[in-house]
């Protein structure tokens, strides 16, 4: 019998199968654990199954990798009888999840592409009793054979952008389906949760429960001791400290002309640039270079002498450490292109966090930590430069703004809480 729901499933499948392909052939980074994405598990992955049941969390990259963590911590205390299963799409998350997330007891590989042929061979190598999907992350394939199987799915930490649910609302009747299939579908904000039910979600399955990235990112703060021996090891703890993180093309231009204007104020002053993505730390070195500015890389791992005055942290997972020992710390992808990146990562370490208007991705933690005074947004270069040397000039100023930013973070935790309550009432011991 003809079925609308399927053939869509099969049609969309058909499309996607040449985009991945070209994916692989075109960029070396989607090469990289290609076979596990097509759905053939590494023998040392599948050697190190236990036999207990299996509980299966997805989160896409870096970002949802470290908002899980909490969340897989506490999966590990209540479910400890269990399995945990865990993927990524991106390199750069699977890098972090094996780095600073799973325990040696955890399977760990790259999520499947979303094929019937790939995702039932995933899924009957593992049979996960629950899958847990990070932010919104609606893989019809999986979906579907996951509910044939009576696996329960789990949206957890949801959010939809004002783009995305435009996307779905007009694939409405196909996406209806997909979200009765969940058990759980945990929003970060109420006007998410009303996008889901606007979507076809049943009331009963979607609630409220907060943004895990709260718990996250405290639970990501490193230590006092941690940030002296940092001090200690770059050999910049006498200095006044300026942190550019998550930085994407043309903000690390503004960001050092900022800092040479500034050195003539504060002639101690130290930047450390951490470009967002890998393949372009070669790029900011040229930046630097064509400059004529003396840098350093922490790669290297060794102290900065005093004629030193600029970092590129070339390395992956440490940005929340150089953000806890900076006087200020911007937050990237929101002065040259939309979107912005995560302002709860200084926020709990207790700084102050400047960033630009372009905070699309992030409006909700943006608008609480300007309206909590726990940040300040700019506009353009002339703000940017004011922004800084106001925080650099009065350290009481910055101190006071920092501990704002840290309490806004602290007020809203309890979503890894939510989502575990839930999980115990659909896996019962």
Request: charged share 25%.
């Amino acid at each position: 019998m003809f079925c609308p729901y399927k053939f869509t499933i099969l049609g969309v499948s058909v499309v996607f199968l040449p985009y991945f392909l070209f994916r692989i052939l075109s960029e070396k980074k989607h090469r990289i654990g290609v076979s596990q994405r097509l759905g053939f598990v590494p023998r040392r992955v599948l050697e190190k199954r236990t036999g207990e049941p299996v509980i299966w969390v997805h989160s896409v990259s870096v970002g949802e990798v470290l908002a899980a963590a909490p969340l897989i911590e506490e999966i590990r205390s209540r479910f400890a009888n269990h399995q945990l299963l865990l993927s990524t799409t991106t390199v750069t998350g699977q890098g972090v999840c094996r780095k600073k997330v799973a325990s040696t007891d955890d399977l760990v590989i790259y999520f499947p592409v979303d094929l019937s042929i790939v995702v039932h061979r995933v899924l009957s190598f593992f049979s996960p009793r629950a899958i847990l999907l990070m932010e919104t992350e609606i893989w019809p394939n999986l979906i579907r054979e996951a509910k044939k199987r009576g696996t329960k799915l789990l949206l957890v930490n949801g959010r939809l952008s004002d783009k995305s649910f435009r996307r779905y609302r007009k694939l409405r009747p196909f996406i209806r389906p997909l979200l009765r299939s969940f058990s759980f579908i945990g929003m970060q904000t109420e006007q998410g949760r009303q996008k889901m039910l606007e979507l076809g979600a049943p009331v009963n399955v979607v609630s409220v429960m907060g943004s895990m990235k709260y718990e996250a990112a405290l639970s990501s703060a490193p230590s006092g001791m941690e940030v002296l021996r940092l001090q200690e090891e770059s050999g910049i703890r006498q200095r006044k400290v300026v942190v550019a993180g998550s930085t994407h093309r043309g903000e690390e231009a503004l960001v050092l002309k900022a800092y040479i204007e500034l050195r003539k104020k504060h002639p101690d002053l130290f930047l450390v640039i951490a470009p967002r993505h890998p393949e372009r730390f070669a790029e900011v070195e040229n930046v630097l270079r064509e400059k004529g500015i003396a840098y350093s890389l922490r790669s290297a791992k060794s102290a900065v002498n005093s004629s030193c005055g600029v970092m590129v942290l070339d390395t992956l997972g440490e940005l929340m450490k150089f953000y806890a020992m900076a006087n200020v710390a911007f937050v990237g992808k929101s002065l040259t292109e939309r979107g912005g990146h995560n302002p709860l990562e200084p926020a709990a370490c207790a700084k102050p966090a400047v960033f630009g208007r372009h905070m699309e991705n992030f409006r909700e933690v943006a608008d609480i930590l300007l309206s909590e005074g726990g940040a300040v947004q700019v506009s353009n270069y002339g703000e940017l430069v004011s922004a800084f040397d106001s925080l650099l000039a009065d350290e009481v100023v910055a101190r006071r703004m920092g501990a704002r930013a840290r309490e806004a973070v602290e007020s809203r935790t309890g979503a890894v809480r939510h989502a575990i309550a839930r999980l115990r009432e659909i896996l019962p011991a």
